[in-house]
């Protein structure tokens, strides 16, 4: 298991080569309560890039999978997760690479593109939609959230969603008492106005019944070169395996999604 040390704790990543010369570098940002393994690679998308001929590049975000557990908030904060990235691309001395965050993984690459532009080719942000620019609300649900992690009997928590995700870091084996301190982390707002400069191709892209997302055409038109897509028949969890995704965004990769703003996948 390759690691390295991002501002004083350990990651761990996957880097894998295609067969012969790469034609591209994809980053891939699991979400939370998930890990490289689980995100990225079960779900399809490490075999997929290998048959384009894409190097494939995914890390354990701090607190998940085989990457260091902190269980202090302030650990967490998104500047930190957005490091991460950028310091595994110097770790790996990768230029411009194209970036793909999905769900919380998606603050986590949005957080590295403003920081970084030059060092990103092109920006996809899966499980997200213009809720993302809604301000996060802190106390009672970001505490619901840690709770659900906390909880000793996950069937004592009454929320499907958070049911969903405490039972999906059990079957991970994640560290609940790191994820409750992730999800606690304070954050400012997004900045709109960095966002409406950033120079890099965006898709923003999601399930049809991902109601967490919202609109993706919505967080779209935040980007100066935004493209929004939904993919249809798919919810939060059913759309990052889905084929339908990986065609779409191998089509954005390769400039085939000529209208901003396209409508349905």
Not at 4 to 29: H, K
Not at 37 to 43: Q, S, V
Not at 91 to 103: A, I, K, N, R, T
Not at 204 to 209: E, L, M, N, S, T
Request: with cysteine.
């Amino acid at each position: 298991m390759p690691t390295f040390t991002s501002s004083g704790v350990e990651i761990a990543f996957d880097d894998q080569p295609p067969q012969g010369e790469a034609q591209r570098t994809m980053v891939l940002v699991h979400g939370f309560t998930s890990n490289r393994k689980e995100g990225w690679r079960r779900t399809g998308w490490y075999a997929a890039l290998e048959r384009r001929g894409a190097r494939c590049v995914a890390l354990d975000q701090r607190g998940h999978g085989e990457s260091q557990k902190l269980y202090e908030p302030d650990a967490y904060r998104r500047e930190a997760l957005g490091g991460d990235v950028i310091a595994l691309l110097d770790h790996l001395e990768l230029g411009q690479v194209d970036l793909f965050g999905y769900s919380m993984g998606a603050r986590t690459a949005l957080a590295a593109a403003l920081a970084a532009p030059d060092r990103i080719g092109n920006l996809i942000l899966g499980g997200v939609g213009e809720r993302l620019l809604e301000p996060r609300a802190s106390g009672a649900p970001t505490d619901a959230m840690a709770q659900a992690m906390l909880a000793e009997d996950p069937e004592t928590i009454s929320h499907p969603m958070l049911r969903s995700f405490r039972h999906f870091a059990d079957e991970q084996g994640e560290d609940r008492r790191a994820l409750a301190a992730f999800v606690r982390a304070e954050n400012p707002p997004l900045d709109l106005e960095a966002m409406g400069r950033l120079p890099v191709p965006v898709l923003v892209i999601a399930g049809q019944r991902d109601e967490g997302a919202g609109d993706p055409d919505g967080l779209a038109r935040a980007f100066p070169e935004g493209r929004g897509l939904t993919v249809v028949g798919c919810d939060h969890f059913s759309a990052i395996p889905h084929a339908l995704t990986k065609a779409a965004v191998f089509d954005f990769l390769d400039g085939l999604l000529d209208d901003p703003f396209a409508d349905r996948f």
